[in-house]
């Protein structure tokens, strides 16, 4: 359970990227937060696990204030919560099983990471991991040899090697074709659904968000402008689009299952 | 919204006979009409070429002449000694003549392009610099013709890298001076060494400005075949020195068994005559001829040394310059000196002592080098760590300014400590420019490094900068063969493993 109390974040240029945001995550949804760039998706999935430090605010993770841990207790609370990106993020020179094995760096004693060593156990659930995602065969391949999709199955299993409990997924579909979104997030929900670990993910594409979340919140300006659940996106109003998206965007088409654009 | 053009004020049109006035005062002063027509940054332009132009020429002019006086002799001196001087007069005359009549125009109000008149500009430019910089075609072809003997030593020296040690090959025959009543026995005739045989035996010495001395008839036997053989004199005390005849040293051909036959005259007494009664000499015939086994030569193994010490040079230079320029690149990197206004502070100024560093090249550290440790590799060693340090820490720096966040970011967000996220984020990204840029470095270390011994930084540089002002081309062309070699090698080698790394 994810409980994010009035999170404010302020940058140091006086930029304010979140104002006031409070939502609950119950285990095993798949929650996806929409608005437009800027709007302050991806600064709220970095506060959940530090990346960023909030200005102001809660954020309860089982029980632990994630907001006020340091050091040790923060490594091993980061431990539990994965997180995959838009452009992968992967070590692109090394290769694809080194990546996948850093995922468990938070579990493995300094002394043996720092020589590149991993216990038995460790390699055999990162071959596994890249099993389950269907690329066994490229383990040995360097990070940058593989397509676009390949990657970011990569960096699902470097975070599933985390054994999370809670994967935040910042636009992890976002510089992949529509059909490869389409396989990225079906292998984030079967995670979801198999494995019980509740999803944070930020997109764009409002079929999408249809077709995968269970529940919805939109920000603008860094505010919580919407809640609510996949179906009552079928449902969304003009208004409620406005809020969400900024008086001058359009829908396209009749349907709601299209294209954002920005205005 | 546009507003309404003012209607431009008519222009009294000049009539031709101003516009010809200011053509010809233009064709004395080149700009003066465009400056009239208002055509000002043409008129500048032109002002400013032709003030040039026209000092460059004068002063080449007096360079030609140096001693003469006057307009008229240093005009004509100059054009004999420097024919291409009244090419260019004519082209800058021209070139006035152009400007008025472009000035005529523009007065009349004929809009004119001036392309033509600065395709002249730099056409007079070029011609003037063929001039000022001795520019000479004709020395170029005949210089090449004449040196192509020592070229051809150079491109390929190869007869100098192998030798045979030299041996004496000496008969000789007593005679005594002057004949007493028992002259010496003639020598024998030997089975297999040389020998010389005189008739007679005996003798007198010429003497300067008087009568000449005997003369002596030489047969030898057992010389190398078909080789001169000098005719020379030993004296009662030892001194050994080659016979003059008619100022020229004797020597005589061996025929095809090694023997010859020679008359000669004894030569002068060199020694004061009141050493005894009398004197033993001998004349003798000598060969030197190479016959040893074929082995390398001195110069060969100099050059082989030499170059391994000027390999290990670069190797060491690049290795001194990789443990300082580490710790250097990462205060030269921007990305991780932005924290505050110290360490900005502290950025700027170690860029900045790199950039003066790196402007000097390694010649001129090579010699400051030599003034602190003295002429040797260690001095070259010295220069080319010094400029190893500022260019590889320029870089490194900026290999670690380019390296990618989204990694160090993902890595952290697994729960890796700070350790874990430079060995698996941070590392990996900067181990391959970093291997890249070293190899590269050492690949330029070694190039630097032959012609570092020029300035007495050692190594190969050294040895060819000596040969070549010894002359000993064939000498220098082995060095430059080998630096040729190497920097080839190496250059093939360093791409290859570059490759491998990016």
């Known amino acids: 359970m994810l409980e994010v109390h009035n999170l404010t974040k302020i940058y140091d240029d006086g930029t304010v990227a979140l104002r006031d945001v409070s939502f609950k995550l119950p285990d095993g949804e798949f929650m996806v937060v929409i608005g437009l760039s800027g709007s302050g998706k991806s600064t709220l999935l970095r506060c959940i696990n530090r990346l960023i430090d909030p200005t102001e605010g809660e954020i309860i993770w089982n029980g632990i204030d994630l907001a006020k841990l340091k050091g040790k207790e923060l490594r091993e609370t980061r431990r539990s919560i994965g997180m995959i990106f838009q452009h992968f993020n992967l070590v692109k020179r090394s290769s694809v099983l080194t990546n996948v094995l850093a995922g468990r760096l938070g579990y493995t004693p300094i002394r043996l990471s720092v020589m590149g060593r991993f216990s038995k156990g460790d390699m055999k659930l990162a071959h596994q991991a890249l099993e389950r995602l269907g690329i066994p065969e490229q383990a040995s391949k360097r990070a940058d040899e593989l397509s676009g999709g390949q990657q970011q199955r990569v960096g699902i299993a470097r975070a599933l090697m985390q054994q999370p409990k809670l994967i935040l997924a910042d636009e992890p579909v976002a510089s992949l074709d529509p059909v490869l979104a389409h396989s990225i997030l079906q292998q984030l929900e079967r995670l979801n659904r198999e494995d019980r670990i509740s999803i944070l993910c930020s997109l764009h594409y409002l079929d999408l968000v249809q077709r995968y979340a269970t529940t919805v919140i939109g920000l603008h300006e860094g505010r919580i402008v919407y809640r609510g659940s996949a179906r009552d996106i079928r449902a969304m109003t003009d208004a409620e689009f406005k809020d969400i998206y900024g008086q001058e965007a359009e829908r396209v088409g009749e349907s709601i299952g299209g294209i954002i654009q920005d205005a | ?502």
């Open chain 2, 1 to 502: 919204m546009i507003e309404p053009k003012p209607s431009p004020p008519i222009q009294p049109r000049p009539n031709p006979i101003q516009a010809i006035v200011v053509a010809i005062l233009t064709f004395f002063l080149p700009g003066l009409g465009q400056l009239f027509a208002r055509k000002i940054r043409r008129a500048l332009l032109m002002l400013a070429s032709y003030a040039t132009i026209g000092g460059l020429i004068v002063w080449r002019f007096v360079e030609a002449a140096p001693r003469d006086t006057g307009f008229v002799p240093i005009f004509l001196k100059g054009i004999r000694l420097e024919p291409m001087l009244l090419f260019i007069l004519i082209l800058a005359i021209i070139f006035m003549i152009l400007a008025s009549i472009d000035a005529y125009f523009l007065i009349r109000g004929v809009e004119r392009n001036a392309a033509g008149l600065f395709i002249l500009i730099a056409v007079l430019f070029f011609f003037l610099g063929w001039q000022l910089s001795d520019i000479n075609l004709v020395r170029f072809i005949t210089g090449l013709d004449e040196g192509r003997y020592r070229l051809s030593q150079v491109m390929w020296p190869w007869s100098r890298a192998i030798e045979r040690p030299e041996e004496l090959i000496r008969g000789e025959a007593i005679i005594e001076i002057p004949c007493s009543e028992n002259p010496p026995a003639q020598s024998e005739i030997l089975p297999d060494e040389a020998y010389v045989i005189s008739d007679p035996t005996c003798g007198v010495l010429s003497v300067q400005q008087g009568p000449e001395g005997s003369p002596l008839h030489l047969i030898g036997g057992n010389f190398i075949p078909n080789m001169e053989v000098d005719i020379m004199w030993e004296d009662p005390i030892g001194n050994e020195f080659r016979q003059r005849q008619g100022g020229e040293y004797i020597s005589v051909m061996s025929d095809d068994e090694g023997g010859f036959e020679i008359d000669i005259i004894m030569p002068y007494r060199l020694l004061p005559t009141d050493v005894g009664e009398f004197q033993y000499w001998a004349v003798f015939g000598q060969q030197v001829a190479s016959l040893g086994e074929a082995q390398a030569s001195t110069e060969l193994k100099l050059a082989i040394s030499h170059m391994i010490e000027t390999i290990f040079l670069g190797m060491m230079a690049t290795c001194f310059g990789i443990v300082f320029s580490v710790p250097i690149s990462f205060l030269a990197a921007r990305n991780l000196m932005s924290a505050s206004w110290i360490t900005v502070i502290i950025y700027y100024l170690v860029r900045g002592v790199l950039n003066i560093v790196r402007s000097i090249e390694p010649l001129i550290w090579a010699v400051i080098a030599t003034i602190i440790v003295g002429l040797g590799p260690f001095a070259g060693i010295l220069a080319l760590t010094v400029h190893s340090i500022a260019a590889l820490g320029k870089l490194y720096s900026e290999a670690i300014e380019s390296i990618d966040p989204g990694p160090i970011e993902a890595i952290q967000a697994t729960g890796a400590n700070w350790l874990q996220t430079v060995v698996y984020g941070v590392i990996p990204q900067i181990i391959p420019p970093f291997v890249s840029f070293t190899i590269y470095r050492w690949d330029i270390n070694v190039r630097m490094s032959t012609i570092i011994g020029m300035v007495g930084g050692g190594g190969i540089g050294f040895l060819l900068y000596q040969w070549i002002k010894l002359l000993d081309y064939r000498a220098a062309g082995i060095a430059v063969w080998f630096i040729a070699i190497t920097v080839a090698i190496l250059d093939f080698v360093s791409a290859e493993i570059r490759k491998r790394f990016v």
